[in-house]
Every structure is written in C-alpha cells, then in structure tokens.
C-alpha cells in the first residue's frame, strides 16, 4: 500500500509539473513563437516530426498567428513537448552524462520511497539505470523549462544537448532553485495562480543566464559534485549582501516588486528572493573573480557592484533588457550584448582588483583605478548622459555604449 501511494504521488507530481510548464508556456506564447517553429522545423529536419499528421501549424500558419499575436495552443505545446521530451532522452541516453556520479542519483529519486529503503544497493545494478536516469532527468528540466529551452540554447551557443543538461543541473543547484520552487508551490490556493506563474517565469530568467555562464565556462567539465560544492556556499553567502550592495536606482526597483508581491499575499521574504534572482547570476561572476585573484569573495562583491554603480551598468542592462526579442535573432543580438556587458563587469573588476597593487581596501582599490583611467571614464559618462536624455534607444546606440566600456576592459 506504501509502495502503491508514493508512485501515485510520482504520477500525480509529475502531471503537475508538466501542466505547470504548459501553463507557463502558454502565458509566454507570442514570446516563444519562433523558438516554437525553429523547433519544429529542426525536428522535422531530422525527420522525429510530421507536422502534418500531429496537426501542428505550417510556416504559413505560424505567420497568420504571429501577425494575429498568437502562439501555440495549450494542446499544441503539450505535444511539442512530448517530442521535445522523446529527442532529449535519446540525446542524452548516448551521452556521457548518465554515468556521472552525481547525475547517477537520480536513479534512486525516480523509484518509490518503500523501494529506496530496501532496494538502494540493487538499484545500482538495474539493467536499465542509464535508462531511467535519463528518463528522471529529461522530465523533470522540460517540465520546467518548457520544450525549446535546450534547443534555443544549442543555436545561441553551439552546445551538444548533453552539455545544456549538465549545465543547467549546475545552476539549478547551485542556486537553489529546487525549494524555491517548492517554496512557490507551496502557495497554491493562497495567491492567484498568474502570480504564482509570475514568479516561476521570472525564475527562469535566471536559470538560463546560469545555464548560459555554464556553458561558456571551463567549469563546465568539472567534477559536477566539486563545481557545485565550490559554488553554493559562496553564491548563498553573497546573495545574504545583496540587497547592501546594489545601487539606490536597482534598490528601489527590487523594493517596489517585493511590495507588489507582498500585494498579492506572498510572504516577503520569498518575494525578496524572486526579484533578487536577476542579481543573484553575478554571483557566479564574483566566485570566479575571487578566486582567480585570490580575493575573498566579500572584496570582490564591493568592488564588482562599485563599479557597476560607476559605470551606470545596471541603468545599461535594463535598456538592453527592454529590446525586443520577438524574433530569433533580435533575441541573439540582446542576448550577446547581456552577456558582453556582464563579460565586461567581469574583466573591469579584475582589473581593479590586479591593477591595485599591494592595497587591499576597496575603496581604496576603486580610488586608483579611476585615477588610472580617468579619461575613458569621463568618456563613457558623457555618453551615457547622452543616452538617458535620448527619448528611445535602438541597438546601434547600445552598441556604442558597449564599445566604450571596452575601453576600460
């Protein structure tokens, strides 16, 4: 009877994070629709899909509902989904990634608990282990983050499919991301379910920046149960400060989400940590920072937000962030400028922090490297003035912004 409950919970938990996932979709259609119909036509390429007989809509189709502000249907998405499901497991299952140990845990995780507590060492040597972890993998990274999301990740950065997995496991733990969701769930039937969906898309911005740095990082190859040891005490500790660190422009945007939240009846404290999350990812830029200058990582903090507080970086990420990203590659053009900006704040720190000789205090620190680059700064602020008083922004201009700030770089 144990053993019956615990895989009906299983059953019903995992129907419950795939509804949630189309949910979340659903909310985001008009934003999604090209990654959708990239998707598809990559499926159909490789001959997993016929459109036509899963009624799923031609190029033609996707243009009337694109110019109509529409995207998939709920029933639609559940079926791009399941094959988004059906191609990542046979990537992965022919990958390395099911024997690394610590993805290898989740074996014992897909069985029911009555099983785990008599059966841990037989599991080990199931047959179809590399199987089943798979399978738990797949299922449970889609029916958070939706069909497209490895697909859209292997056309931004040209990884294999095993690697985005093994990337986003990284900052799903990292991060913390587990209870938090739990934490959201944990509110069904006390706030509206839109707030709740908000909350959960708003986290996935995250979770694909860290999958994104992961990518992009030798850390990637690294023992997963080391990398993630190494990166979470750090990242829980500094996200403690953030709230001291940011500047008076980012506190009273964070203030005023956390209110709006509290609004709606989530507990201040988890709003806090939803709105903290578009600061949490340069976290992982501070650890690696500090630990290439062999600084701690409280030094490296004051100095990394001094200098986006100089340099009008947060005012530059959010006009970035406003760009649209309705088509593929508006989304990689905002893309490569997020992750160009973040890449400078990174390299400007450093540079602080080697440039400054023998003095460790970080005002101190700040004080020599604006005295040695005195002329670019003054540089970047004229044309930063120029840009606020601008009535909008395009592309090209923030292009230009980047540009100067490389001078720094």
Same mark, same amino acid.
Do not use: C
């Given at each position: 009877?144990?053993?019956? !409950?615990?895989?009906?919970?299983?059953?019903?938990?995992?129907?419950?994070?795939?509804?949630?996932?189309?949910?979340?979709?659903?909310?985001?259609?008009?934003?999604?629709?090209?990654?959708?119909?990239?998707?598809?036509?990559?499926?159909?390429?490789?001959?997993?899909?016929?459109?036509?007989?899963?009624?799923?809509?031609?190029?033609?189709?996707?243009?009337?509902?694109?110019?109509?502000?529409?995207?998939?249907?709920?029933?639609?998405?559940?079926?791009?989904?399941?094959?988004?499901?059906?191609?990542?497991?046979?990537?992965?299952?022919?990958?390395?990634?099911?024997?690394?140990?610590?993805?290898?845990?989740?074996?014992?995780?897909?069985?029911?608990?009555?099983?785990?507590?008599?059966?841990?060492?037989?599991?080990?040597? #199931?047959?179809?282990?590399?199987?089943?972890?798979?399978? #738990?993998?797949?299922?449970?990274?889609?029916?958070?983050?939706?069909?497209?999301?490895? #697909?859209?990740?292997?056309?931004?950065?040209?990884?294999?499919? #095993?690697?985005?997995?093994?990337?986003?496991?990284?900052?799903?733990?990292?991060?913390?991301?587990?209870?938090?969701?739990?934490?959201?769930?944990?509110?069904?039937?006390?706030?509206?379910?839109?707030?709740?969906?908000?909350?959960?898309?708003?986290?996935?911005?995250?979770?694909?920046?860290?999958?994104?740095?992961?990518?992009?990082?030798?850390?990637?190859?690294? !023992?997963?149960?080391?990398?993630?040891?190494?990166?979470?005490?750090?990242?829980?500790?500094?996200?403690?400060?953030?709230?001291?660190?940011?500047?008076?422009?980012?506190?009273?945007?964070?203030?005023?989400?956390?209110?709006?939240?509290?609004?709606?009846?989530?507990?201040?404290?988890?709003?806090?940590?939803?709105?903290?999350?578009?600061?949490?990812?340069?976290?992982? !830029?501070?650890?690696?920072?500090?630990?290439?200058?062999?600084?701690?990582? @409280?030094?490296?903090?004051?100095?990394?937000?001094?200098?986006?507080?100089?340099?009008?970086?947060?005012?530059?990420?959010?006009?970035?962030?406003?760009?649209?990203? !309705?088509?593929?590659?508006?989304?990689?053009?905002?893309?490569?400028?997020?992750?160009?900006?973040?890449?400078?704040?990174?390299?400007?720190?450093?540079?602080?922090?080697?440039?400054?000789?023998?003095?460790?205090?970080?005002?101190?620190?700040?004080?020599?490297?604006?005295?040695?680059?005195?002329?670019?700064?003054?540089?970047?602020?004229?044309?930063?003035?120029?840009?606020?008083?601008?009535?909008?922004?395009?592309?090209?201009?923030?292009?230009?912004?980047?540009? @100067?700030?490389?001078?720094?770089?």
């Amino acid at each position: 009877a144990e053993m019956t !409950d615990d895989v009906a919970a299983l059953v019903l938990r995992d129907n419950y994070f795939q509804t949630q996932a189309l949910s979340a979709m659903n909310r985001i259609a008009l934003q999604l629709v090209d990654a959708q119909q990239r998707f598809i036509q990559f499926l159909e390429k490789s001959g997993r899909l016929n459109r036509a007989l899963e009624y799923l809509p031609s190029d033609e189709e996707f243009a009337e509902r694109r110019g109509g502000g529409k995207g998939l249907t709920a029933p639609e998405g559940a079926v791009l989904l399941a094959y988004g499901k059906i191609w990542l497991y046979d990537e992965v299952l022919a990958s390395p990634l099911p024997d690394d140990p610590w993805v290898a845990t989740a074996l014992a995780r897909y069985f029911p608990m009555a099983l785990r507590k008599s059966y841990a060492e037989y599991m080990r040597r #199931h047959p179809l282990s590399r199987e089943i972890i798979s399978t #738990h993998v797949i299922n449970s990274m889609l029916n958070r983050v939706g069909s497209t999301f490895v #697909h859209r990740l292997m056309e931004t950065t040209g990884a294999k499919p #095993h690697e985005i997995v093994r990337a986003y496991l990284l900052a799903r733990e990292i991060f913390g991301f587990v209870p938090l969701w739990q934490d959201v769930e944990a509110l069904d039937n006390k706030v509206p379910y839109a707030v709740q969906m908000e909350m959960l898309i708003d986290s996935s911005r995250l979770l694909e920046r860290g999958t994104m740095w992961f990518l992009r990082s030798r850390r990637l190859s690294d !023992d997963m149960r080391a990398t993630i040891a190494q990166f979470t005490p750090r990242v829980e500790a500094l996200a403690t400060r953030l709230s001291e660190l940011i500047d008076a422009g980012d506190r009273a945007r964070v203030d005023a989400a956390v209110d709006a939240y509290a609004a709606s009846g989530v507990p201040q404290a988890l709003g806090a940590r939803i709105v903290a999350l578009d600061t949490l990812y340069s976290t992982l !830029d501070i650890v690696e920072v500090g630990d290439a200058t062999k600084r701690p990582v @409280e030094v490296v903090a004051d100095i990394y937000f001094g200098v986006s507080a100089r340099l009008g970086v947060p005012w530059l990420r959010g006009r970035i962030a406003a760009l649209p990203q !309705d088509r593929h590659w508006r989304r990689l053009a905002k893309g490569a400028m997020l992750d160009d900006l973040s890449g400078l704040q990174r390299t400007v720190t450093t540079e602080v922090l080697v440039g400054g000789g023998g003095i460790e205090e970080p005002s101190a620190l700040m004080t020599a490297w604006q005295e040695r680059n005195a002329r670019a700064i003054e540089r970047e602020d004229q044309l930063l003035g120029e840009l606020r008083a601008a009535p909008a922004l395009d592309l090209a201009m923030l292009s230009v912004a980047l540009r @100067e700030l490389r001078a720094l770089a």
